[in-house]
């Protein structure tokens, strides 16, 4: 599998949603689909919030793993490493 990709939409672009969610599929990515999931009306911004938070999280646990290797190299704990990636997104 090649990296896991975040999709989401309101009502309007739930078709398109569709069709590029099975073309990833299709070509072995995984996909992690927060909704919506039918042509019922909803508001957007609710699927975008939760696309932000996933890609947020994801880049958090992406700066984890590459902080815990360097920090070995730079002479520092994991936690002082985390602290400081913490604070620059803050």
């Known amino acids: 599998m090649k990296e896991k990709i975040i999709v989401a939409s309101d009502h309007a672009g739930y078709g ?9 599929e299709r070509n072995n990515y995984a996909v992690e689909d927060l909704g919506c999931f039918s042509e019922e009306r909803c508001d957007y ?3 975008a919030e939760k696309a932000a938070k996933a ?3 994801a880049a958090i646990k992406t700066i984890g793993r590459m902080s815990s290797m360097s920090a070995g190299r730079m002479g520092m704990s994991t936690s002082q490493v985390g602290d400081c990636v913490v604070k620059a997104l803050e």
């Open 55 to 57: 890609v947020e999280q």
């Open 45 to 47: 911004p609710d699927y």
């Open 16 to 24: 398109l949603k569709q069709k590029i969610r099975n073309w990833l």
